[in-house]
């Protein structure tokens, strides 16, 4: 999967919280612009903190043990107030049931603006193009390139 160094366009969740795409962009003068969808499937939790724009560095597997430990806290307290999907009453209990159920964890890293986690299935590169980069900044600047 192509993501390091690229920039967090933005990202979206679907399917009640059971899609999340990353849309990332590697736009640095003098290269080709790149442009990346990283996709996680069959969500049952995630977490991002986004303050400002992102470059994002690192998209690491992780275990399930470890992201509940380092958000124990915040996990109980979004069971307690919010619900969450497929809680099981602990955080014990719910580590059992997602490692039975065969989720997988990731941590995502970037240099400033955005971090967090996602528990789900699976993750994959959806998409990942090179465009020209006069055809990109066109775009970009809303000119149309007819002749």
Known sequence: MRFHDYHLKG?????FG??????????????????????????????????TGAIILDILPTTISRIL????DEIIEWARCDSLQNWTGSLKSYEEYLLEAKYSAWKINSAIGF??????????????KTVDRTIHSAAVSGESKHD
């Open 11 to 15: 990202y979206s969740v679907s399917d």
């Open 18 to 51: 059971r899609t999340i795409l990353l849309d990332l962009i590697y736009d640095y003068e003098e290269r080709p612009v790149d442009i990346s969808e990283i996709e996680f499937s069959s969500v049952t939790l995630y977490h991002f903190v986004h303050t």
């Open 69 to 72: 430990s380092d958000y124990a």
């Open 115 to 128: 971090h967090g986690f996602v528990i789900g299935m699976e993750v994959n590169q959806r998409l990942n």
